[in-house]
Nanobody, 117 residues
Framework: QVQLVESGGDLVQPGGSLRLSCAAS?????????IAWYRQAPGKQRELVAS????????NYADSVKGRFAISRDNSKNTVYLQMNSLKPEDTAVYYC?????????WGQGTQVTVSS
């Protein structure tokens, strides 16, 4: 059983920054999995925001966040990060992490990001 705990969400003004963290625990070799950040806004489907390969050498981003968000990981801490800059109101959502490919692990509780003045 894998547990995912997301944190770092907050209320922030447009143009602001946040850094989200995703900590994984359980009987897994975290460093062998590609991981992604997803988000779900009210009334919308969950969408993939950014992904990172197991070793961290390759990252991919949704067009809506390219140039503003950066995903990274520290496999020694079983943790993936999402640095979010130049935040916009349309970035408001609950953010989750999970596998980038294959069968999802159980979803964590997510972390709420609200961008509003």
């Amino acid at each position: 059983q894998v547990q995912l705990v997301e944190s770092g969400g907050d209320l922030v003004q447009p143009g602001g920054s946040l850094r989200l963290s995703c900590a994984a625990s359980g009987r897994i070799v975290f460093s062998t999995f590609a991981i992604a950040w997803y988000r779900q806004a009210p009334g919308k489907q969950r969408e993939l925001v950014a992904s990172i390969t197991s070793g961290g050498s390759t990252t991919n981003y949704a067009d809506s966040v390219k140039g503003r968000f950066a995903i990274s990981r520290d496999n020694s801490k079983n943790t993936v990060y999402l640095q979010m800059n130049s935040l916009k109101p349309e970035d408001t959502a609950v953010y989750y992490c999970n596998r980038a490919y294959g069968t999802f692990w159980n979803w964590g509780q997510g972390t709420q990001v609200t961008v509003s003045s």
